[in-house]
């Protein structure tokens, strides 16, 4: 075996467990600061300083999550990217690529605006007791969070599933779905804040997998992580 091959195989028994590692923190990370987000955030104007005493640690532990959560996610993507390898499809990959950076920058441009409101707040909470003022700004984030964000999910959930249906990379009946979720992403109309836990949920499930994968394939001492994940056509020419 050549050191290229050596380097190759190093390469590929990290991948998979890095991938998985880095969508389940996402998922988790990202449920719980749009919990926090969603709990503290009042649904009328803010009464005195009872806000501010009961939910406004709350709110700034989900904002300080929030971008961790980003981080991972972009991990997420690079990896998932990088298990593609030669299978990657230019047009598809653009497409799941750029609608996951529109996510997160709306996911982001969300969590800055809720920053706003608790910073308005604590310099002066009689300014948030104008019904019109906290009204906007959590209308924009119900906008940002259940609109735009969770459609940019939808694509980037129904391209990557295409992409596995095409290379089988992934088995298919987890392709399949994929587009399940894609669909409830795309076509949900609901403002509803909690639609968006649809996303990481699926991170999850995705990750868990590739995560199980690669324990067994290390268990059974098999020279590549991702055996399994082999597209079917390969994998039947090999034999």
Do not use: C
């Not at 190759?8 to 988790?28: C, E, M, N, V």
């Not at 699926?202 to 082999?230: E, H, K, P, Q």
């Amino acid at each position: 075996m050549t050191h290229a091959q050596l380097s190759l195989t190093g390469k590929r028994l990290t991948t998979p467990k890095a991938a998985s590692i880095a969508g389940i923190l996402f998922a988790i990370l990202f449920a719980a600061s749009v919990a926090l987000i969603r709990i503290s955030l009042p649904p009328g104007p803010v009464d005195g300083t009872l806000w501010q005493e009961n939910q406004a640690n709350l709110l700034k532990f989900g904002l300080i999550l929030m971008p961790f959560a980003g981080i991972s996610f972009l991990w997420f993507v690079g990896v998932v990217r990088d298990r593609l390898g030669v299978y990657e499809d230019q047009f598809f990959s653009t497409i799941f690529y750029g609608s996951a950076l529109l996510f997160l920058a709306m996911v982001f441009s969300a969590t800055a605006v809720t920053g706003g409101i608790a910073t308005a707040y604590a310099a002066n909470p009689d300014l948030l007791k104008i019904g019109e003022i906290y009204a906007f700004g959590r209308a924009l984030v119900g906008q940002f969070f259940s609109i735009y964000a969770l459609r940019m999910a939808g694509v980037f959930v129904i391209s990557l599933g295409t992409i596995w249906l095409r290379t089988g990379v992934m088995p298919r009946w987890l392709s399949l779905i994929t587009f399940l979720f894609a669909l409830v992403l795309i076509l949900s109309a609901s403002l509803n804040l909690w639609m968006v836990m649809v996303f990481p949920a699926w991170v999850f499930i995705i990750s868990s997998y590739i995560l199980v994968l690669n324990l067994r394939a290390n268990r059974s001492g098999a020279a590549d992580g991702i055996t399994a994940m082999v597209p079917e056509q390969e994998s039947q020419s090999r034999q």
